[in-house]
């Protein structure tokens, strides 16, 4: 399994982003898509995730300025992050479950700039 991630770069505070990611490869279910995220000297956690039936799940912090989608057809998961504080900051790492195994993409970096 592939993932391709995209949409990444550098935004002004208040701006906003979208991010892709792509699956490809042995895919026959997927059952949950989503977003983590790693700011620098700090651990990895949860941005949101999706899971088959579109029941969507967020970081408590982050409700309301992201938006999490998928395209099934595409084995495409998104997130729209709008209102982006520089604390948004972070390497943002693309995750696709399919039965027991989780995949991570290689990370896209958001900086937001104040």
């Known amino acids: 399994v592939q993932l391709v991630e995209s949409g990444g770069g550098l935004v002004q505070a208040g701006g906003s982003l979208r991010l892709s990611c792509a699956a490809s490869g042995s895919i026959s279910s997927i059952n949950a898509m989503g977003w983590y995220r790693q700011a620098p000297g700090k651990q990895r956690e949860l941005v949101a995730t999706i899971n088959s039936r579109d029941s969507t799940n967020y970081a408590d912090s982050l409700k309301g300025r992201f938006t999490i989608s998928r395209d099934n057809a595409k084995n495409t998961v998104y997130l729209q992050m709008n209102s982006l504080k520089p604390e948004d900051t972070a390497v943002y790492y693309c995750?696709?479950?399919?039965?027991?195994?989780?995949?991570w993409g290689q990370g896209t970096q958001v900086t937001v700039s104040s």
């Open positions: 995750i696709v479950t399919l039965g027991i195994y989780t995949y």
